[in-house]
């Protein structure tokens, strides 16, 4: 297979329901482009058929491949794998449920082409366009988050969490390497390092929609989400984010 301008990460659990269809879809996307493609599915140790399901799904393709994660590790632990395996020029990281459509790609490849280093998706714009919302609590929760963390590390984004962002070969293997936060605020992490780095960051609106499985616990995951802030700060501080 020719060098693929676009990987696409997928970072799954326990997704046999779910994984056929989402990668179905991502191929058909993909073998509609001009370009190569590729996916990189990161299984993080799942409990059911998760790879089995996957690999039948995509019938030997050279462009997919799976790895699996030997313990849980998380979702950011299993995102930072697949972005240091991936081999495109382009890499994004797609939640396995497809809440943002993959067709997205294609606006966010033209801005790229345009300069830009980071490409974050977001819930939050005007222009976005909301098909199912997140329960109200839910919703809550996420406003209340994104304002400490644009008080606190990220500022000017919108929405940090949103499961669909785009980065540049380069970009990727500058800030993957120091992530450290290995669960859900992972996307607020490898936000402050590309803005410590200097990269150009563009946050773009998206179509979303919610999905009632979701691997988020509301309660016993935000806690861990909101302690997240201050690790990051004070890996700062003990200068452990050094290029």
């Known amino acids: 297979m020719m060098q693929p301008l676009l990987s696409v990460i997928i ?3 326990n997704e046999e329901k ?15 482009q001009a370009y190569a493609g590729e996916v990189v599915l990161v299984d993080d140790c799942s409990g059911d058929r998760t790879s089995e ?5 995509v019938k030997g393709r050279a462009n997919f491949r799976v790895v699996r994660n030997e313990v849980n590790k998380g979702k ?12 495109g020029e382009y890499l994004l990281f797609s939640d396995a449920d497809l809440s943002t459509p993959i067709e997205e790609t294609t606006r966010f490849i033209e801005k790229m082409r345009e300069g830009y280093d980071v490409l974050v998706g977001s819930r939050a714009m005007r222009e976005s366009n909301i098909i199912t919302y997140q329960p109200w609590y839910r919703q809550l929760m996420g406003k209340t988050f994104n304002k400490i963390v644009r008080g606190l590390l990220v500022r000017g984004i919108k929405d940090t ?9 380069e970009a990727a293997q500058k800030i993957f390497p120091l992530q450290r936060i290995e669960r859900f605020a992972f996307d607020v992490e490898i936000l402050f390092l590309a803005k410590k780095f200097g990269h150009k960051i563009l946050e773009m609106p998206v179509t979303w929609k919610d999905s009632p499985q ?13 302690a997240a802030i201050f690790a990051i700060r004070l890996n700062n501080l003990r200068g452990l984010y050094r290029a």
């Not at 179905?24 to 996307?29: D, L, Q, S, T």
């Not at 399901?53 to 799904?57: F, M, W």
């Not at 950011?76 to 081999?87: N, T």
């Not at 979701?214 to 909101?226: E, L, P």
């Open 11 to 13: 970072p799954a659990y």
């Open 76 to 87: 950011g632990y299993s995102v930072r794998r697949g972005m240091l395996e991936a081999k």
């Open 53 to 57: 399901v996957a690999a039948a799904a």
């Open 214 to 226: 979701t691997r988020v616990s509301t309660f016993r995951d935000s806690f861990s989400m909101f």
């Open 161 to 169: 969490q949103c499961g669909f962002k785009m980065f540049t070969r």
């Open 18 to 32: 779910r994984i056929d269809p989402a990668l179905e879809r991502i191929f058909a996307f993909l073998d509609g």
